[in-house]
């Protein structure tokens, strides 16, 4: 009934006035239980900040080279620690290293970017999608300056067909690029227990991390503990904790750097670990 008397705007100034004047069933009091509810459903059913994982609509100018072999999928290693991971799928001919200011001093492992080239004689509209896994020191990379070094594959992925050699000649070009989410499609999210873990100094690397693919920070949790213990950064896209001895098994909580966001893998880790180890998840951010 009060819904039924609400056909004049609250922008008219008689609106109190001819609803309290024609409208039997309203009051002041009712007036602002209704306006109450609302508050109340605002309150409750709009989130409080965006969930979304990182995404930049927006390009940004930088330069890029290439390294390595002119097909190859890039160097082994890196800053990151990644290590062979780099051979296969899904990071085969993805990879890439960058300056100091998307390095982040390790804690930029594992982002994605959608690098594209500008020059229209040899330089295709679509980008490659290029994995952060290590970090390019000096020359086109320093003085604050934002450098892509791919791999080949990756540099020629933005050449027309057929002229990714052409591009490649060019050396260094003119790029934009922009963040986007990392899709590991299939793949949960993985723990590498790195070599010269013990029970008192236990390290991990973190693997196959959807959407803002960074790691702010990480905890663990032992068994039959309610606690989680903070784990300290070593380097790259490595975190360790110093304690114990440790009880497994180990549940493992990490905070994305981009955005915030949290997921806790319960039980990851088994009690019998060993170093040198992958465990996988049941879980991801997509």
């Given at each position: 009934?009060?819904?039924?008397?609400?056909?004049?705007?609250?922008?008219?100034?008689?609106?109190?006035?001819?609803?309290?004047?024609?409208?039997?069933?309203?009051?002041?009091?009712?007036?602002?239980?209704?306006?109450?509810?609302?508050?109340?459903?605002?309150?409750?059913?709009?989130?409080?900040?965006?969930?979304?994982?990182?995404?930049?609509?927006?390009?940004?100018?930088?330069?890029?080279?290439?390294?390595?072999?002119?097909?190859?999928?890039?160097?082994?290693?890196?800053?990151?620690?990644?290590?062979?991971?780099?051979?296969?799928?899904?990071?085969?001919a993805r990879v890439g290293a960058v300056s100091p200011i998307l390095f982040k001093n390790g804690e930029g492992c594992g982002a994605c970017y959608k690098v594209k080239c500008l020059d229209r004689s040899v330089c295709s509209r679509r980008a490659a999608t290029v994995i952060i896994t290590?970090?390019?020191?000096?020359?086109?990379?320093?003085?604050?300056?934002?450098?892509?070094?791919?791999?080949?594959?990756?540099?020629?992925?933005?050449?027309?067909?057929?002229?990714?050699?052409?591009?490649?000649?060019?050396?260094?070009?003119?790029?934009?690029?922009?963040?986007?989410?990392?899709?590991?499609?299939?793949?949960?999210?993985?723990?590498?227990?790195?070599?010269?873990?013990?029970?008192?100094?236990?390290?991990?690397?973190?693997?196959?991390?959807?959407?803002?693919?960074?790691?702010?920070?990480?905890?663990?949790?032992?068994?039959?503990?309610?606690?989680?213990?903070?784990?300290?950064?070593?380097?790259?896209?490595?975190?360790?904790?110093?304690?114990?001895?440790?009880?497994?098994?180990?549940?493992?909580?990490?905070?994305?750097?981009?955005?915030?966001?949290?997921?806790?893998?319960?039980?990851?880790?088994?009690?019998?670990?060993?170093?040198?180890?992958?465990?996988?998840?049941?879980?991801?951010?997509?």
């Amino acid at each position: 009934m009060i819904f039924g008397c609400f056909y004049s705007s609250s922008a008219d100034p008689h609106f109190t006035y001819i609803m309290a004047t024609h409208c039997p069933y309203f009051s002041f009091t009712k007036f602002y239980s209704v306006a109450a509810l609302v508050v109340i459903f605002w309150v409750f059913m709009v989130p409080a900040g965006p969930l979304r994982h990182v995404v930049d609509t927006h390009w940004y100018p930088a330069t890029a080279t290439w390294y390595g072999s002119p097909e190859g999928d890039g160097s082994t290693g890196g800053a990151c620690g990644y290590g062979d991971m780099v051979d296969v799928r899904p990071f085969r001919a993805r990879v890439g290293a960058v300056s100091p200011i998307l390095f982040k001093n390790g804690e930029g492992c594992g982002a994605c970017y959608k690098v594209k080239c500008l020059d229209r004689s040899v330089c295709s509209r679509r980008a490659a999608t290029v994995i952060i896994t290590d970090e390019c020191p000096g020359g086109y990379c320093s003085g604050g300056r934002v450098h892509f070094d791919l791999s080949g594959a990756a540099f020629g992925h933005m050449a027309v067909s057929g002229y990714g050699g052409s591009l490649r000649d060019r050396g260094v070009i003119s790029v934009i690029y922009r963040r986007t989410p990392c899709k590991y499609h299939g793949k949960n999210i993985a723990f590498h227990v790195n070599e010269g873990s013990t029970p008192y100094w236990l390290s991990l690397l973190v693997e196959f991390e959807d959407g803002d693919g960074d790691v702010g920070s990480m905890h663990i949790r032992e068994a039959k503990s309610k606690q989680w213990l903070k784990m300290t950064h070593l380097w790259g896209a490595n975190w360790a904790i110093i304690g114990g001895p440790l009880q497994g098994p180990f549940s493992v909580k990490l905070t994305t750097l981009s955005t915030g966001r949290t997921l806790s893998a319960r039980d990851v880790i088994p009690g019998n670990w060993s170093p040198k180890a992958t465990y996988t998840s049941r879980l991801n951010f997509f």
